[in-house]
């Protein structure tokens, strides 16, 4: 049986590799890092704490070595809304107890720290050092979506497949709330239920998660079984027009998917990073579905987790709204698998890492 | 200094050597295990334990040919174990991605036979590394050897993030074949 122990095993096996191979290995200088409106300002705004820190540590250095006549100058960093800006020139000490030469810095592109001198670079947003080599500025974003941990879990069959029956390992959840794990696809779909018999209210949340342990979406909706017999998410008609409403949605035109009975909100988590939120409104319930920025994956991934659609219904799918042979829809899941450095996408795995356990026994 | 210099320095069991080595490969060495291990604080102790490691090793060995990659290979595996051990939950997170990608490689089947241990596997790859072209190769051993992001990879090629995922997509296709023709399973 093929499993993720036996990728590790050839991961390792490349330790060994003929020598030939390795001596003339490329090795970038260039750290990856994830260009992101909240880690440039969370990163920038580090910075300039760091430079605040370090000019109010200066009379404090100055005051214990009052004889080196090599005293910092620069006094002050001003925040330019997408820089920091100092000026000045100067000796200080860094880390290790040396001495590092600060230059002046004039435009807003420089930046300084207490043991290092660079610059933020405009396309990678990463930091510059003088000599070249280029540092991570580290990134702490929470995840958008927490997976709770579970203290039961038992197998049962759902239209034929194997599946998971999940308790939440919190005293806080409803009695009948309830988590169902099954493959579809290329994913595994993870549904949260919360059903209410007396009020015949039911609640779920269904996330598409890739094997990785990505979540590449989050879908919502609820309904009221007392009111309405069908699952408005298995109905053609309800899919047809959330289609026609996410190609409206990628045009730009919300106008006619309003018409239609829904609506398109977008939300800002950061600074560019948008989040479109779909509301599909119906008589029997409402749905809203959050399409992250990756969106073409997001895309073909909602597609199967949210309607339950094997892979190749999803691909057929997924190939028409784009107007693209199904051919190429590889390469968006190769690129969607190849993005998992991101720091986000690894703090949401972390995150998915109890579900994957479970999965595993 | 010359490789064989260094080697001779170890040889000697001159301290000098570790410093010749760090003079010159220091910085490479650190590049690769900081890609690994994804930070600078783990890398430096790497890479540390490698010099100790090649302290140790050498004699006997005596890879005055393929210095670096004695070198690489001795960092990288050193760096690969100190993720896995745990120590960086969310660097093991991305670890076990690449681990994702290269399983798709792995041919079905389990015959006995067919099993190969890691350095059996690694003269496989080997072999299949040099079935492909030289920017291929590249961008596989970045990815897979030195574990660059995809984003690292295209910024230090120039190509867009898609045509190294594109590459790489079609490079593990093609080790899935090689693989599977040669009946490898593991």
Redesign the interface.
Known sequence: MKNIENGLVLLESMSFLDADLLEELPISEVRAYKRTAWSRWTALAASFLLIAGVVLALPHAFLHDSEDERLPEYTQGTWLGDAVEVSGVGVMPNVTGDEQYIPKVTTGAELTMPNVTGRIDEETQVLVLPDGSIVRIPESREPDVIIPSFSSVDYFELDGRTALYMQEDDRNVPVDGRYIIERKGRLWRFQHYIGDSWSGEEHFTVYGIADSGDILSVVTYERNTLAHQQDNLTDVKTIERLFEAMKTAKTGSRDSWAQNGGSIESRSEGDNKTVLNLIFRTERGQMECYLYPYADVIFLAGLEAVFALDEGEGYELFAKLKGIDTDEIDNFIAAALDAEEDYEVAHKREKAETTAVVIGN | MEDKSIIELYFARDEAAIRETAEKYGV?LH??S??VTGNDADAAECVNDAYLAVWESIPPHR?E??F???L??IV??LS?NLV?RGRR??RS???????????V??P?G?TPEGRLD??E???V??AF??TLDGDA??IF??R???M??????A??LGKS??A???Q??RSREALRRFLSERGVE?
């Not at chain 2, 997170?93 to 399983?103: D, G, K």
Request: glycine residues 4%; proline residues 2%; contains cysteine.
């Open positions: 490479r590049a690769l900081r890609s890879p040919n393929y670096f990659a004695y690489a290979r990288r595996h690969l896995m939950k969310k997170a991305e670890v076990m991605s690449l681990c994702e990608e290269l399983e490689c792995i079905g389990d890691r350095e596997m690694a003269a790859l080997s590394l040099r190769r590249g051993l970045r897979y050897f030195a660059e992001s995809v984003k690292t990879i910024l230090s993030e898609g190294v995922s594109s790489l997509y593991m």
